[in-house]
């Protein structure tokens, strides 16, 4: 096999090799979620893309990983997150009058605006939930409107950013105004809360924060399952491993890159750099970007003082009122943000692993300043600098609307959602395989189309082969359809040709997106010997096992387990609790019920009496006795008499008196009974019979009532015609009753002729002559259409 070749992010540039410390095996550690709330897809973007890279590392490379994963379980966003939930509990369970209640509710949504739209209260504007709407749409109503505010560019996160507040704004003004502060209000009243009585929060009591990271941490785990994504060999959290990060703090200090200031310490770059170890060795050209410095530290702890230089970040915490506690040497407080990921990491994979991992948004300044403090620690004085991390994987992130989805600007979309109404777990894996891992991903209906029709043209080439290796097996008493090593037909090169483009593929830093086009290609050649009189059945299972195997490590089978020699996408109905007699009932049922409604018909022919002697349960019995639990395999033996059964009366349909009742059966086998069972009998041309496919329940009787549809607006539209088409012809009629002698006697002329022309207008005036010559042949039209009509009537008369 090729080199494998990846994106370090380390090393900016084309792929390089893969080399790890140990062969044979990986040791990696991924920054795993914050916990706090629902997650939302760009999470699944980033551990989705994550797994499939730890799959391919493992099932097609053969790599031994070692996959340890942390969960941070302390930091500002949980501590607000916590403390504040506390604090709304409590105030809901003061009695307060609705004046109170609205007045404080007020004040909030004032205080609200002041801190995070201080615009709308620009000139001394006295801001009210009552005039908020008008003074919205003032201020903010072309970033309403999906404009920016200065009107030129794109909107970004600014704007994403302002439409958050505002939505929480008119939110609590509409139920401040409606009285229903206590649920509606939220979002104004916690912050407020929070800057009143956060100092009763008791920092000591770590359950109010725990309780919240649990409960989070278990819909975390539920998602993933739910998206496939493989549970980490290691888990660790932060707060299972304080003491050891107090220690890890202490080295860095001794060794002189870290300094205390008023009760926290922070890391010194300066000195870190003056000994020869670089900084920002993944953005340096971030490394003094204030915003994301302060992101880094976190909202609770701007505008620290104490610091040497303006990048130091902190490596412990001094804590406030309000915030966890724990003991150190430098007095209570609680670990920085960075830290937490090099004690752990370390601590399992020791002074160096293979990969690090995470997204995007992390390289700086969350691993930048990870890479300084290990290897602050671990490095050796005179020495040289130590190498903690060899290789970086930062997975892009993913985008709405051209905004990062992010909870911070609540501008996500939870994974249960997702799932519950746009995506399947398997077609939102493929939306992320049809991009490099390192590329942002842009969520738009035209990737979930690509993914959807990417799917299904696999989904209906196992469909397919399975069918055909059925029927094969059937005619030709087959029992081994493995390939033969000494084919050299079409197929046989077509798929070594990929196999060959998979492992360029694979071995170029995981381009899944080629991997892709190589699985589609293979299987549009595949299809085109499939739908051939004579196709080749053991080429075609030879293909669709390796497309199994390619699928199942991508993680795109929840049922499937490695070496994933199966073919197609595993059913997880044989390891149910159900007996080979439970599973056939229907079937048999539906083979006796057509068995018996051909037998009411008198048919005969040699083919059709012997079908219809034949002994299917012998051959069930004979499956299950040897130990069969393939559900499709047991059910075949009637499935595949049904079909032949039909397949022949339709052959006698054409000479036979009961041909029409022979055709409505025909429809009734393949449209009601076998479609009830998930089985669709796929008609091909003559001389080939039937192909059984076996197609979701759900998925047939959806196409059953599309069609069924299709032709009720085709009934109705030739109803709607047939209806315009009598209406058109009744007008005529009405107005083909009127003598032409009558037609123009009204109220516009005075006079007329023998005929019924007009002569005088209203006034008296004659009538102009260009007027009267229109009229005249108007007249000879409807003289003709009058007589016509009487002629009819006369007719119909006798």
């Known amino acids: 096999m090729a080199q494998l070749k990846v994106h370090n992010s380390l090393k900016p540039g084309p792929p390089v090799p893969f080399t790890p410390k140990e062969e044979g095996k990986v040791a990696w550690y991924a920054c795993g979620p914050t916990v706090y709330d629902h997650s939302h897809l760009g999470h699944a973007r980033n551990y989705v893309s994550t797994d499939i890279i730890r799959r391919i590392m493992r099932d097609y490379f053969g790599f031994k990983v070692n996959f340890v994963m942390n969960i941070t379980d302390v930091d500002d966003k949980i501590i607000l997150k916590a403390r504040r939930q506390r604090l709304l509990e409590l105030e809901k369970s003061k009695n307060y009058t609705p004046e109170v209640l609205s007045n404080l509710a007020t004040t909030a949504f004032q205080s609200y605006a002041q801190g995070n739209l201080p615009e709308l209260l620009k000139d001394g504007f006295e801001l009210s939930p009552n005039n908020y709407a008008e003074r919205r749409d003032a201020i903010y109503g072309k ?5 920016t505010l200065t009107g030129e560019g794109k909107p970004g996160d600014d704007e994403a950013k302002m439409k958050m507040h505002l939505n929480n704004l008119t939110s ?64 660790t959290r932060v707060t299972e491993y304080v003491p050891q990060i107090v220690d890890f703090v202490n080295e860095i200090v001794k060794k002189g890159f870290a300094y205390e200031a008023d009760g926290s310490v922070y890391f010194d770059i300066a000195a870190f750099e003056k000994a020869g170890n670089p900084y920002a060795r993944l953005r340096p050209e971030s490394r003094n970007d204030k915003a994301l410095q302060e992101d880094g530290e976190g909202s609770l702890s701007k505008n620290l ?18 915030e966890p506690v724990w003991a150190s040497p430098w007095g209570e407080g609680r670990p920085g943000w960075h830290i937490e990921c090099s004690v752990m990491a ?47 994987l930062h997975m892009g992130h993913l985008s709405i609307a051209g905004s990062k989805m992010s909870k911070s600007l609540k501008n996500f979309q939870t994974i249960r959602d997702a799932l519950n109404t746009d995506y399947t777990p398997r077609g939102m894996r493929v939306v992320f395989l049809l991009g490099r ?31 055909l290796i059925a029927e094969k097996s059937a005619n030709d008493a087959l029992k081994s359809l493995s390939i033969d090593e000494n084919a050299q037909d079409g197929l046989q090169a077509s798929l070594e ?14 381009d899944t997106p080629r991997a892709m086009r190589v699985l589609s290609q293979l299987i549009t050649e595949a299809n085109t010997n499939a739908h051939k009189a004579d196709a080749d059945v053991r080429g075609l299972e030879a293909v669709a096992r390796w497309v199994t195997k390619i699928v199942g490590i991508f993680g795109l089978d929840a049922n499937a387990k490695p070496p994933y020699t199966g073919l197609g996408w595993a059913s997880s109905a044989a390891s149910a609790n159900i007996s080979p007699q439970e599973t056939v009932a229907p079937f048999a049922t539906v083979f006796q019920k057509v068995k018996s409604e051909v037998e009411s018909l008198a048919l005969h022919s040699e083919t059709l009496d012997k079908l219809l002697a034949a002994n299917v349960d012998s051959e069930f019995e004979s499956l299950a006795t040897a130990g069969s639990t393939d559900p499709e395999a047991l059910v075949m033996p009637y499935l595949r008499t049904v079909s032949r059964i039909r397949d022949e009366i339709r052959k006698l349909a054409p000479t036979s008196p009961s041909k029409k009742q022979i055709l409505s059966l025909s429809d009734q086998i393949r449209d009601d009974d076998l479609t009830n069972l998930g089985v669709y009998l796929d008609d091909r041309s003559e001389g080939q019979s039937a192909l059984i496919k076996f197609i979701p329940k759900t998925e047939l009787l959806a196409q059953r009532e599309e069609k069924a549809a299709k032709e009720r607006e085709k009934a109705a539209l030739k109803e709607a015609a047939r209806l315009a088409r009598e209406k058109i012809e009744a007008d005529k009629a009405a107005k083909a009753k009127v003598s032409p002698v009558d037609m123009f006697r009204d109220e516009r002329f005075s006079a007329w002729d023998e005929d019924g022309l007009p002569t005088k207008m209203k006034e008296g005036e004659d009538v102009p002559k260009s007027a009267l010559k229109r009229m005249k042949k108007d007249w000879e039209r409807q003289k003709k259409a009058h007589e016509e009509w009487k002629a009819k009537e006369a007719k119909s008369g006798i």
């Not at 970033?143 to 404009?147: E, S």
């Not at 290990?374 to 600098?385: D, M, N, Q, R, V």
């Not at 969520?443 to 299904?456: G, V």
């Open 172 to 235: 609590a003004s509409v139920a401040i105004q409606e009285n229903k502060v206590l649920g509606g209000a939220d979002e104004i009243l916690l912050p407020y809360l929070d800057s009143l009585y956060k100092d009763s929060i008791d920092g000591r009591d770590h359950k109010i924060f725990t309780d919240v990271t649990k409960y989070w941490e278990d819909r975390f785990m539920d998602d993933m399952d739910a998206l496939n994504v493989m549970r980490p060999e290691v888990i």
């Open 143 to 147: 970033v309403l409107a999906g404009g």
């Open 497 to 510: 040709k990929a196999q060959k483009e998979m492992e360029t593929a694979l071995t170029d830093s995981f």
């Open 437 to 467: 891992w390192n590329d942002g991903v842009e969520i738009s209906p035209d990737m979930k189309t690509m993914a959807e029709s990417w799917e299904a043209s696999v989904n209906n080439f196992f469909i397919v082969v399975k069918s």
């Open 305 to 322: 003082g104490g610091k040497r230089g303006a990048g130091d970040f902190a490596l412990w915490k001094k804590s406030k009122a309000g």
């Open 346 to 392: 370390s601590d399992i994979l020791g002074s160096q692993m293979d990969i690090h991992s995470g997204g995007i948004d992390l390289a700086f300044p969350h691993h930048d300043n990870e890479l300084a403090q290990s290897e602050a620690y671990f490095c050796e004085h005179g020495k040289g600098p130590h190498s903690w991390v060899n290789y970086f």
